[in-house]
């Protein structure tokens, strides 16, 4: 573990020796095995890992997602301050107001049948930032939202339903209903990896932008570590459901510690030319300039070329 | 739209047609003779020779079948031998009470099957869901004249709370309607719970539930919102099929509807009679089917709507 910038306030997320078991038909199994990590305010911590680590299962246990009677959760794990494993209806208390998911998959993460503007309102009013009579305060509040995460149009995309968005603008409209409740912690799993590459980096902007704004904690799971290196502040690698290793994305990056985050390291160049050409990569991604994450263009362009 | 419209009603209209004209033919082709059941079995030849003149059933068949047609364009399909009245309004009048029983029928499908295939698809595996679905598959296995008698031995004979036949008191549409929504409900019920188990575990009801939505309105608003229109097109289904398909249950008891008149039409050989209750049960069907094909694009928002572009 490498040294933590010491915060004299409470991490909006800390979580100690946390487990999960899952009940299957071929038996129990640990799929997160006693990892422990913590996130602070406007900090982005990433779990990095290949399929099947346990990267999905950690992020769905701390938001109580997963099935009650098929998931067992053991361990702490504080959102701002709530213990959510030990008291399953705490979870109530913090989703849709301090804790935000961001899904994987744009395409099937809104009910098809129901209008962008009827999920959005909903998402508002649990947040209790507009009461559910004043449609006015309610509308207003929906356009500001998805003003904020740059969709043209607004009043007309509240109209619309799900399939007739695209994936990279459906992304933004969960990240504005997300953002309804004005949320510390979000969790996103994968939340590039359905879209197109041409979108990746407008959503990844997007996060970095809204993190600098309000001091968003992100937790960011992916096995892209152009996505890691790119947001994050710190790293985790999972594999098989524990810490392989942790530390500073520049530190795990250029001194990798152990065989296994070599290889995830060899699987980047099919990303793109990242040592070819140093003003491509970031060139597209405005934000990282100016982002609060410890990323920086050199960071970037110098560790790509290391296998 | 009004292209589709048009063509959905063209092939409703085309399927009407087709099916009375089967019927005619068959009808005819079958054994028996109409004029020997409306004159009786003691009936001499002549006697019989002059009620076939009668009918015109002593023309050829083709003939028969032309004048058919023009009755058929003209809405009056002649006289029913054994009501001595329009057969049209023979059937009309007894088409309420099919209306009636089958309604009520779909109404406490729906009411009892939704709620049912909800509770089930929420207590998945447990003891009293396991029962519940044993039932279902026994209602579904169940004949329809058997639950029928069961049903009038238990609640009209040995405890006399419901009539035993007829459509006298609104009691007596007790327990014809039960014996029907019996197989319905265990039918739709378990449709319920398949599609409302599939909507519970879409990934749009977990993100929903990220935000914070109440459980009320995950089962509800989500899974039930999305699983509607299956249901709804369901129902509408039996509903069109109950119009001329709740046969054994209205001569069981004696419901005075177009099922039984049919039957009674068909021992009689009353080919006026059969011609007119299938023509009007299959332009009903086919009506019903066409409102729902209708009802389809309000529902669901990727028909009405299609596959637009994106934003
Ligand atoms: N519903 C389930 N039933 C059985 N096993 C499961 C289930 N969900 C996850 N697992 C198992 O748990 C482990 C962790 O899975 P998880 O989905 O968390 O991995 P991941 O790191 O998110 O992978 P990916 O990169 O593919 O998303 C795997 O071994 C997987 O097989
Ligand atoms: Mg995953």
């Known amino acids: ?307 | 739209m009004t292209n589709y419209i048009l063509k959905r009603l063209g092939q409703g209209l085309l399927t009407v047609f087709l099916t009375v004209s089967t019927v005619f033919i068959l009808i005819r082709m079958a054994p028996g003779d109409p004029a020997v059941s409306y004159a009786g079995p003691l009936a001499s030849n002549e006697q019989l020779a002059a009620v076939r003149e009668q009918f015109g059933l002593d023309r050829p068949v083709l003939e028969q079948y032309w004048i058919f047609l023009q009755q058929l364009f003209t809405g009056n399909l002649g006289q029913s031998y054994s009501f001595q009245a329009p057969a049209m309004q023979v059937v009309a009048e007894r088409m309420p009470y099919t209306l009636t029983l089958a309604t009520a029928a779909i109404l406490l499908t729906a009411v009892v099957a939704i709620p049912l295939g909800v509770w089930m698809s929420r207590r998945p595996d447990t003891g009293k869901e396991l029962g519940v679905n044993v039932l279902t598959i026994a209602g579904q296995s169940m004949p329809d004249f058997w639950t029928g008698i069961m049903l009038l031995t238990g609640f009209a004979v040995l405890v006399p709370i419901f009539p035993a036949s007829g459509f006298a008191t609104w009691g007596g549409l007790v327990l014809p309607t039960i014996t029907i929504a019996i197989l319905q409900i265990a039918l739709i019920s378990r449709m319920v719970r398949r599609e409302m188990t599939n909507n519970l575990a879409a990934p749009f009801l977990t993100v929903a539930r990220s935000r914070g939505v109440r459980s009320s309105a995950l089962t509800w608003r989500y899974a039930m919102g999305n699983s509607a229109i299956p249901v709804f097109t369901a129902l509408g289904t039996r509903f069109a099929a109950m119009l001329n398909g709740v046969v054994v249950v209205e001569v069981v008891f004696a419901w005075p509807g177009v099922g039984s008149l049919i039957v009674r039409a068909l021992e009689t050989r009353d080919y006026p009679l059969i011609q007119a209750t299938v023509l009007l049960t299959a332009l009903l069907a086919v009506g019903v089917q066409l409102l729902i094909d209708l009802a389809y694009p309000l529902l669901d928002p990727r028909v009405r709507l299609g596959k637009a572009a994106t934003a």
């Open chain 1, 1 to 307: 573990m490498t040294a933590q910038p010491t915060f004299t306030e409470q991490p909006l997320l800390e979580v100690r020796d946390f487990q999960v078991e899952l009940i299957t038909d071929a038996g129990i199994i640990r799929a997160v095995d006693s990892v422990s990590f913590s996130i602070h305010r406007g900090e982005t911590v990433t779990i990095i890992g290949e399929s099947g680590s346990g990267k999905s299962t950690t992020a769905m246990g701390i938001l109580r997602l997963l099935p009650e009677d098929l998931a067992v959760l053991s361990g702490t794990v504080l959102i701002d301050g709530v213990d959510i494993t030990a008291d399953p209806k705490a979870i109530d208390k913090v989703r849709g107001k301090t804790l935000a998911l961001i899904p994987q998959d744009p395409m099937t993460a809104l009910s098809p049948v129901h209008s962008i503007g009827s999920q959005l309102f909903e998402a508002i009013r649990i947040a209790g930032a507009a009461s559910a009579k004043d449609k006015g305060a309610l509308q207003a509040r929906a356009v500001r939202l998805l003003e904020q995460v740059h969709i043209p149009t607004p009043e007309k995309q509240l109209k619309k339903y799900p399939h007739q968005l695209s994936g990279g603008m459906l992304q933004r409209v969960l990240i504005a209903i997300a953002l309804a409740s004005e949320p510390q912690l979000l969790v996103a799993d994968e939340p590039t990896s359905a879209l197109d590459v041409t979108v990746q980096g407008g959503i990844l902007d997007l996060l970095l932008e809204l993190q600098e704004q309000r001091g968003i904690g992100i937790l960011m799971i992916t096995h892209d570590l152009g996505v890691a290196r790119l947001i994050s502040d710190r790293i985790h690698v999972m594999k098989d459901g524990s810490f392989v290793e942790s530390g500073e994305v520049q530190q795990i990056v250029d001194h990798p510690a152990t065989d296994y985050t070599r290889a995830l390291l060899a699987a980047v160049p099919v990303l793109g030319p990242w040592d070819e050409t140093p003003a491509a990569a970031p060139g597209r991604h405005a934000a990282n300039a100016t982002g609060s994450s410890a990323t920086s263009d050199p960071a970037l362009t110098q560790t790509g070329a290391k296998p």
